[in-house]
């Protein structure tokens, strides 16, 4: 199993990225999935998770309102759309999967890096001011 994510890069304060995750080896289609991130310095942190039928979102008091999770079931794949970039969203952003199929949780379990059994090898954000 393969969790591959891409689209991160270099932009300005206020601008736009959407990062994608493709997943391999096993369908995602009904699992949740999610994207957290990494600062230097700084500890793991959790951005944005999506439920297994997609129909609840969860984000971070930092992101929301800027940032979109979707999924398409069909490709396998989640994105994560960020809009108007800040300084402090300079980080390494991983996506993850669960490994359970159908399963819904409390909600603060979907900001739990533990909940999350499979783990891409994280794209690089740089916002420059």
């Known amino acids: 199993v393969q969790l591959q994510a891409s689209g991160g890069g270099l932009v300005q304060a206020g601008g736009t990225l959407r990062l994608s995750c493709v997943a391999s080896?096993?369908?995602?289609?009904?699992?949740?999935m999610g994207w957290f991130r990494q600062a230097p310095g700084k500890a793991r942190e959790f951005v944005a998770a999506?439920?297994?039928?997609?129909?609840?979102?969860f984000y971070s008091d930092s992101v929301k309102g800027r940032f979109t999770i979707s999924r398409d079931s069909a490709k396998n794949t989640q994105y994560l759309q960020m809009n108007s970039l800040r300084l402090e969203g300079t980080a390494v952003y991983y996506c993850?999967?669960?490994?359970?199929?159908?399963?819904?949780?409390?909600?603060?379990?979907?900001?739990?890096?533990?909940?999350?059994?499979?783990w891409g090898q994280g794209t690089q954000v740089t916002v420059s001011s």
């Open positions: 993850s999967a669960d490994s359970r199929r159908r399963t819904t949780y409390g909600e603060h379990e979907y900001r739990r890096g533990g909940l999350y059994d499979y």
């Open positions: 080896g096993r369908t995602f289609s009904d699992s949740v």
């Open positions: 999506i439920s297994w039928s997609g129909s609840m979102t």
